[in-house]
């Protein structure tokens, strides 16, 4: 089935870095624009970044511009999430998202199950 | 930036109930719309895209309706399965997601 799981999450110091990865499984991972979204404690949905099916276009929110990179290698089904100098207000938890295709292009039709990451000294 | 903001934050409904949330852009952002559930715990779930259509396997008791700035969520009878969070997102300019609207038991 269509899955998505993430992982590398964990508690990091401020200041500190840290890398996200997410494997696909059961689509066409290499045709597939992916996210990622982060969700604060007890707080709402914030988009974070968002990668083409080949890598080549790239955005992030103005939140972690500069500082969190995402990419992708599409023969290993992963996408990761690069975080470098990480703040107390990175704390949350990241998911990935698979992009969806045609009339439901960019909505956010398959999501990993999240994983947590903590910022604290 | 696109801002969205969703009333209420917090409803109190009952099962059975017809429940609409609201869904309001800082500009026109035509009919690129969604709508996400998401329940404690648990990643969100896409419900309804471009404004209106239903998500496959999203039962037929949802539904939305609106264009520009403007969009509501119905839950036309409310079961207890649809007690959660919901959110809904811009994606005319990047993405965007409204606050969220806790549905909760009376």
């Known amino acids: 089935q269509v899955q998505l799981v993430e992982s590398g999450g964990g508690v990091v110091h401020p200041g500190r870095s840290l890398r996200l990865s997410c494997v696909a499984s059961g689509f066409t991972f290499s045709s597939s624009a992916m996210h990622w979204v982060r969700q604060a404690p007890g707080k709402g949905l914030e988009w974070v970044a968002f990668i083409s099916y080949d890598g080549n276009n790239k955005n992030y929110a103005d939140s972690v511009k500069g500082r969190f990179t995402i990419s992708r290698d599409n023969s290993r089904n992963t996408l990761y999430l690069q975080m470098n100098s990480l703040r107390a207000e990175d704390t949350a938890v990241y998911f990935c998202a698979k992009e969806g295709h045609a009339t439901k292009f960019q909505t956010f039709d398959v999501w990993g199950q999240g994983t947590k990451v903590a910022v604290s000294s | ?106």
């Open chain 2, 1 to 106: 930036d696109i801002q969205m903001t969703q009333s209420p934050s917090t409803l109190y409904a009952s099962v059975g109930d017809r429940l609409t949330i609201t869904c309001r852009a800082s500009q026109s952002i035509n009919n690129w719309l969604a709508w996400y559930q998401q329940k404690p715990g648990k990643a969100p779930k896409l419900l309804i895209y471009k404004a209106s259509s239903l998500e496959g396997g999203v039962p037929s008791r949802f539904s939305g309706s609106g264009s520009g700035t403007e969009f509501t969520l119905t839950i036309s009878s409310l079961l207890p399965d649809d007690f959660a969070t919901y959110y809904c997102q811009q994606y005319n300019f990047y993405w965007t997601f409204g606050q969220g609207t806790r549905v909760e038991i009376k």
